[in-house]
C-alpha cells in the first residue's frame, strides 16, 4: 500500500484488515450489496453517521490531495532546488548530450513518482 493511502485510510478508519488492498476497501465501501456486510472496517466517530460511499469518497479525495501536496512539496524543495544547484556547477543545459548531468536530472524529474 502507497503512503497516501494508508494516510487516506487511517484518516477515515479506525479500523481495517491488514490483508485488504487499499481498492479493495474502496470497492467494498462503494458496492452496495458488500458495504451492507461490512463488519471488520470501522470509521471514526466523526464520519459514523455518513454512508460507506460517502467515506469511501472522503478516502478518495484525501489520497488524491495528498499525493498532489506531496508531489508540490517534492518538486518545490528537492527536485528543482537539485535541479538549480546541478544547473549553477554545470554551467548551463545541454539538451543532445545523454551522459551530461542535466540531461540525467531531467530525465529523473520526468520519471512517474509513486507516493
Same mark, same amino acid.
Given at each position: ?26 470497492? #467494498? ?5 458488500? #458495504? ?36 508540490? #512539496? ?42
Amino acid at each position: 500500500m502507497k503512503p497516501s493511502e494508508a494516510f487516506a485510510l487511517d484518516t477515515w478508519l479506525s479500523y481495517y484488515p491488514d490483508g485488504m488492498t487499499y481498492q479493495e476497501i474502496i470497492d #467494498a465501501m462503494t458496492d452496495l450489496g458488500k #458495504a451492507l456486510r461490512l463488519v471488520n472496517i470501522d470509521v471514526w466517530e466523526i464520519v459514523e453517521d455518513c454512508d460507506y460511499s460517502q467515506i469511501a469518497e472522503l478516502i478518495e479525495t484525501t489520497r488524491t490531495h495528498f499525493e498532489q501536496t506531496a508531489r508540490l #512539496a517534492i518538486d518545490e524543495t528537492g527536485y528543482k532546488k537539485a535541479l538549480q544547484e546541478l544547473l549553477e556547477y554545470t554551467g548551463g543545459w545541454d539538451l543532445t548530450n545523454k551522459e551530461h548531468p542535466i540531461y540525467k536530472a531531467r530525465m529523473v524529474l520526468e520519471k512517474e513518482q509513486t507516493i
